[in-house]
């Protein structure tokens, strides 16, 4: 993400962090909390009052009464970063079949499969947390080999959560079936119109109780949400939009603004030996939308499987140029800790725009005494609203410059792909068994090169 407006919470790869350390991420959002503050809560899309003009789900019965039926899809996050079932973005969800209670799901073993219902053509409706050691990736795929045309996941606490699939889990993962998640409350309602004890049988099961008896349900289950995006390709990019948000030139400029920014990105370092594979860029109109399929709160958001970006009135070439540094650095270098990917990011961002960007903003925070030693920057997740993000973006995508001016290229690659994000690897250690030098003097020597570069800036423009 770009700095620019971090006061909003525009978060780029802490998210990014945290959708990877966790299988199933259950956030609760307290009121207080500015971190989200651009897209809706997740509950925003569980609330009945909710109208998303890009998805609908009921539960019907057979005198023709039903229920609305709010949810969030669950996100595969590979090959592409797209709602399960729609095969990265390739086609839209839909079914309507009778709904079947299976608890927890099934376990790993084949006899405890035996114990689950008959599953040819229905969907699945199944408790989040189980407590057999199987994953939701390995529960999910048993169930569409069961037959299941789809999942419905609930959390049997109260807490709103997003199911998250990760086929780098499972190697056999295979994106077959559309997942949805539900609410607690929204899975009560379910049981309320089941049978005059299921909604106590619920409660009971909460409680520790025995499990509400397995089975077909009294209300089907129709779900639609749009997931085949219109696709325009150029060398390089596959760009991916909605079509009933973005039109079709609209779209073909993005695609132009998106192969410009590879070419900056391959001219800024060139020499690297990084190469550019075609990769996705898909774009959503709205923060809304956005965080229905990504789920992510920023404008923009890229990994190694592309770039995921929020198209704004007046597109953001920086931006845009940001999120593909990350996205091709993750592809080619493999992952590393924060600081390192923002300030390689800020530093892309810096010379296909502005190359004094960072250094002069850096500057500008420290005299308005807004400053993080840097000791304390090398472990943050930058992203996290605060003082050390607001600092750390512009900071970080100085430092990076003044690294690569110290050492070159080659000592850079081996830090970033030495300094995994994991709690046994130290970012200060690292720089000075590669650099030499402590993070203090680096700091030290970063600053006086910092005045150094900004009174020969400001030399030549006076002549
Ligand atoms: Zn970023």
């Given amino acids: 993400m770009p700095y620019v407006n971090l006061r909003n919470g525009q978060i780029c790869k802490a998210m990014n962090f945290l959708w990877q350390c966790t299988l199933v991420v259950v956030l609760i959002f307290v009121a207080s909390t500015n971190a989200f503050a651009q897209g809706p809560s997740p509950s925003y899309f569980h609330d009945l009052g909710s109208q998303i003009p890009w998805a609908e789900c009921a539960a019907y019965q057979p005198g023709g009464s039903s229920q609305k039926i709010p949810f969030i899809p669950a996100i595969v996050t590979a090959p592409v970063r797209a709602p399960a079932g729609t095969q990265g973005y390739s086609r839209d969800v839909q079914f309507d079949s009778h709904l079947v209670f299976i608890g927890e799901g099934v376990a790993e073993t084949e006899s405890d499969t035996d114990s689950v219902p008959d599953l040819g053509g229905s969907v699945a409706l199944m408790a989040l947390q189980p407590t057999s050691s199987a994953t939701f990736e390995e529960r999910v795929m048993m169930l569409a080999r069961k037959g299941a045309v789809a999942v419905a996941v609930f959390p049997k606490d109260k807490r709103v959560f997003y199911p998250v699939l990760k086929p780098e889990l499972m190697k056999e993962f295979e994106d077959l079936v559309p997942v949805i998640g539900l609410s607690h409350d929204t899975a009560r309602r379910l049981f309320e119109a089941h049978s ?74 060139d020499g690297t030996g990084v190469t550019w594979t075609k990769t996705p860029a898909v774009y959503f109109k709205g923060y809304d939308a956005k965080v229905f399929y990504t789920p992510h709160w920023g404008a923009g958001f890229a990994d190694a499987t592309g ?48 190359p004094m960007m960072c250094h002069q903003k850096t500057r500008e925070l420290r005299e308005a005494g807004v400053s993080v030693p840097l000791e304390k920057l090398l472990g943050h997740e930058i992203g996290t609203p605060g003082q050390a993000t607001d600092f750390g973006y512009p900071a970080a995508g100085s430092f990076i410059e003044f690294l690569l001016h110290q050492g070159g290229l080659s000592k850079f690659e081996k830090l970033y792909r030495e300094a995994r994000p994991s709690p046994d690897v130290d970012l200060g250690d690292l720089l000075l068994a590669i650099y030499g030098a402590t993070p203090s003097e680096l700091e030290a020597a970063w600053i006086s090169w910092l005045a150094d570069i900004e009174a020969s800036e400001t030399e030549s423009k006076r002549r």
Avoid: K
């Fill in 307 to 354: 770039s995921y970006l929020l198209n704004s009135e007046r597109p953001d070439f920086g931006l845009v140029v940001h999120e593909h540094t990350h996205s091709l650095f993750d592809r080619s270098w493999g992952e590393t800790v924060s600081f390192l990917a923002e300030g390689l990011a800020m530093y892309a961002q810096a010379q296909a725009t502005d």
């Fill in 196 to 269: 005059p004890l299921g909604e106590q049988d619920l409660q009971r099961w909460m409680e520790g109780g025995e499990a509400p008896r397995l089975g077909r349900m009294v209300p089907r289950l129709r779900c639609y949400f749009e997931g085949r995006f219109r696709r325009l390709e150029s060398s390089n990019i596959v760009l991916l939009s909605r079509q009933s948000a973005i039109d079709e030139v609209e779209a073909a400029e993005l695609l132009r603004l998106n192969e410009r920014s590879v070419a900056s990105i391959l001219d800024t370092f």
